[in-house]
């Protein structure tokens, strides 16, 4: 498996695995948009040629960054490659001098609490009817 920076002819592999992995939908006009700002923020994992994972970070200050996705192909996971993916994400906000990353979970995706907790990230608050299904989120932060 090999990290690299997304580009702009990825967006569709990436978008749909954002759809499928992710329950929500997306404009994905706004990737671009959010890629054009921080391209370093956004990481695609390849294996054979294809893209089976991606992360996707934005800066919210000079000091804060948000990671606003985070997905692995369902055949891919539990190989390590989210993690791999996150910590190239930590790597990249270190270099920019980041001292916070924060981001949202649904408060039901108990793999990806269970995931960011193992990245060392804590829960530090809950976001009623965050996502649009109705659904809470819980707000999770780690320092650098
Ligand atoms: C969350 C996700 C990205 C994890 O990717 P992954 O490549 O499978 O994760 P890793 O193999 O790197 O696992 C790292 C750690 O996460 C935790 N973890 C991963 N899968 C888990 C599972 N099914 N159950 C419990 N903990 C799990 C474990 O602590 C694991 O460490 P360990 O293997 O030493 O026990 C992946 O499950 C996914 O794409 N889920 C759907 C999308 C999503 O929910 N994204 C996050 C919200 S933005």
């Known amino acids: ?38 391209p370093e923020g956004f990481i695609v994992a390849e294996e054979d040629g294809r893209i089976i994972g991606f992360i996707f970070g934005i ?3 000079k000091t804060e960054a948000r990671i606003l996705m985070l ?9 390590g490659y989210g993690g791999v993916l996150y910590r190239e994400m930590q790597r990249q906000c270190a270099i920019k001098g980041m001292r916070m990353i924060g981001l949202e979970v649904r408060v039901s995706n108990q793999v990806a609490l269970h995931f960011y ?4 990230f804590q829960i530090v608050g809950r976001i009623s009817k965050y996502y649009s299904n109705g659904e809470d989120a ?5 320092f650098l």
Do not use: T
């Open 1 to 38: 498996m090999q990290l690299r920076r997304f580009g702009p002819r990825d967006l569709s592999r990436v978008y749909d695995l954002a759809c499928s992995s992710l329950s929500e939908n997306y404009n994905p006009a706004l990737f671009l948009d959010l890629y054009n700002y921080w």
């Open 59 to 61: 800066m919210m200050s």
């Open 71 to 79: 997905a692995v192909d369902p055949r891919h996971r539990g190989k």
């Open 117 to 120: 907790e193992k990245m060392g």
């Open 138 to 142: 819980f707000r999770m932060q780690l």
